[in-house]
């Protein structure tokens, strides 16, 4: 199947920091970007997506940035809170990253 | 509501006794598809169905059976359950992994299974 890389797997931040989390992917036919979050003890749900005939989106703090060239796209957090805290999965074609823990400390 | 639902939420096995683990969903979604989650190695698909009656196997399916008789319903099968497959568990629906279509996953709440 295809693969979808997640960096980092792990990511410590202050409170109003930035975080950026990392994926890339491999089937270059693929045109939908989705991240998902999953907070402790609970179901990934969607955050935000983009799809390939954009480079950017935007949603308040979050954003999504794509890179078809080189089959990345990242996920942006400004002025983290507290309740960012979670795991962070990207997926491609219903195949999910690794996951990246972020902290978030006060 | 549109939902996935997931059931037992917890179950404690013996090693060996065959079990279900049932997913059912109302949004009419083609794609529907099962992942076992284990600390550090994130979300990985064990069997996918495109539609009914069309399954395949995903990263990891050794152990693990499925059916797609209806479109609804997708349930997991541990013929003879062993202790490598304690894990928490995910069933996962979207209109479809690829092209236009492709949408979102809308995710059951998790099935956490051990297998003593």
């Known amino acids: 199947g295809e693969n979808v890389e997640q960096h980092p797997s792990t990511l410590s931040v202050q409170e109003g920091d930035s975080a950026v989390i990392k994926c890339t992917y491999s089937?270059?036919?693929?045109?939908?970007f989705p991240w998902y979050k999953q907070e402790l003890g609970k179901r990934p749900q969607l955050i935000i997506d983009?799809?390939?005939?954009?480079g950017e989106k935007k949603d308040q703090r979050i954003a999504v940035t794509l890179n078809k060239t080189a089959k990345h796209f990242s996920l942006h957090i400004t002025e983290t809170q507290p309740e960012d805290s979670a795991v962070y999965f990207c997926?491609?074609?219903?195949?999910f990253g690794a996951g990246t823990r972020l902290t978030v400390k006060p | 509501e549109a939902q996935v639902t997931q059931n037992p939420r917890y179950l404690i096995t013996v090693t060996g006794k065959k079990l279900t683990v049932t997913c059912s969903q109302n949004?009419?979604?083609?794609?529907m598809s099962w992942y076992r989650q284990d600390p550090g190695l994130g979300l990985r698909q064990i069997y996918y169905?495109?539609?009914?009656?069309?399954?395949d196997k995903g990263d990891v399916p050794e152990g693990y059976k499925v059916s797609r008789k209806e479109k609804r319903n997708f349930p997991l099968i541990l013929e003879s359950p062993s202790p490598n497959q304690t894990s928490l568990y995910f069933c996962?629906?979207?209109?479809?992994?690829?092209?236009?279509?492709?949408?979102?996953?809308?995710f059951g709440q998790g099935t956490r299974l051990t297998v003593v």
């Open positions: 169905s495109m539609n009914v009656e069309v399954t």
């Open positions: 996962a629906s979207s209109f479809s992994r690829t092209g236009t279509r492709n949408t979102e996953a809308f």
């Open positions: 997926a491609n074609d219903m195949r």
């Open positions: 983009i799809r390939s005939n954009v």
């Open positions: 089937d270059s036919a693929s045109n939908y």
């Open positions: 949004m009419n979604h083609e794609y």
